[in-house]
């Protein structure tokens, strides 16, 4: 796939994000037009014309409530993978092995050390978050330290550091907000006790607007999100001058022998979608499924939804990508 490729997918992602967006605020506008033409038209209310008065105040309430669920969910998701995990200082022997290649990288890139910690699962993750480059931090657990090489390692550092230049942390967070605004509605609990499990119109209301509008924007997310780690891969393999490295490091790490699936794929973290791969233990892989054909929501899931290209794909656009040069 060309350069030209990738940006038009990245294009026409955007566009559909935006348009999305558009119709998921109208959407929020005209819901608050209703709500506050409920209380204003009330015989009670006493007040003349009151579906102009609903028409202006509405259209206000609207655009600010659907602002501050989208400064909500941003602010939510800078912080939500030092949240999921319980993040802690590297040791001594791990900032040593860390440290000089973030500052190499990061030099070479033009952009502000991360904060680098360290997680104790055996899940492999590797992953920067941050809205700007100087609030970044890197996030390397265990098992990928133990299980990388130094070459690989520089590979999956300079990796992330791609990431930190080109503000995919923030990029994707902002492209990713018509769904976590959609995810809000749909998951949005009124706090009302009810008996037995009856549920009133009005929350019902709430699933099909947010299941709607997070269907439609939540493949183009992905989309977008997949053409961002093509761009990662091959900054990384320009800065190392070591493609192999890379694909080395990307095997390995979605190798299922480097860490046995403990956990059912379909409980998946969010978190995971900012590592350099998908975990083995959330990657619904044929092995989890015991040999046998993987449910077909499964895989749609991982055609539609899926953050990461196929690590096969990538590893053949690397070599793809050392054959043209």
């Not at 502000?112 to 931090?137: F, K, N, Q, Y």
């Not at 942390?169 to 492209?175: F, G, P, R, S, Y």
């Not at 699936?261 to 978190?271: E, G, K, L, V």
Request: charged share 20%.
């Amino acid at each position: 796939m060309s350069r030209f490729d990738l940006q038009l997918r990245m294009g026409v992602a955007v566009l559909g994000l935006l348009a999305v967006s558009l119709a998921l605020l109208c959407t929020t506008v005209a819901a608050s037009i209703l709500l506050v033409a409920s209380f204003l038209t009330r015989p009670e209310a006493g007040i003349q014309n009151p579906w102009e008065l609903s028409l202006g105040l509405g259209v206000v309430v609207g655009v600010v409530a659907f602002l501050a669920l989208s400064v909500r969910e941003l602010r939510r998701t800078d912080s939500l993978v030092r949240r999921q995990f319980d993040a802690r200082e590297p040791t001594d022997g791990e900032r040593d092995r860390l440290a000089p290649r973030v500052r190499r990288f990061a030099s070479h890139f033009d952009v502000p050390e991360p904060t680098i910690r360290v997680v104790e699962t055996d899940a492999p993750h590797v992953s920067v978050s941050g809205l700007t480059p100087r609030r970044t931090t890197l996030v390397v657990s265990e098992s990928v330290l133990s299980a990388l090489s130094p070459t690989e390692l520089d590979a999956v550092v300079a990796h992330e550091l791609a990431h930190v230049a080109n503000r995919d942390a923030a990029v994707c967070t902002l492209v990713s907000a018509p769904s976590m605004v959609a995810h809000s509605i749909l998951t949005y609990d009124p706090g009302v006790e009810l008996p037995g499990q009856y549920r009133p119109t009005n929350v019902t209301l709430y699933d099909i607007v947010g299941g709607f509008f997070w269907a439609a924007s939540r493949p183009l997310v992905s989309v977008f999100a997949r053409q961002r780690e093509y761009a990662a891969d091959a900054a990384a393999v320009a800065a190392t001058g070591d493609p192999g490295a890379l694909a080395s490091a990307l095997r390995t790490l979605s190798d299922p022998a480097t860490t046995a699936p403990t956990d059912d794929p379909r409980t998946a973290s969010p978190a995971d979608a900012f590592s350099i791969v998908r975990p083995p233990s959330v990657a619904a892989d044929s092995e989890y499924w015991a040999g046998e054909t993987r449910p077909l929501l499964v895989r749609l899931r991982q055609r539609v939804l899926a953050t990461h290209p196929p690590v096969q794909k990538r590893i053949e656009r690397i070599a793809g990508s050392v054959g043209e040069t």
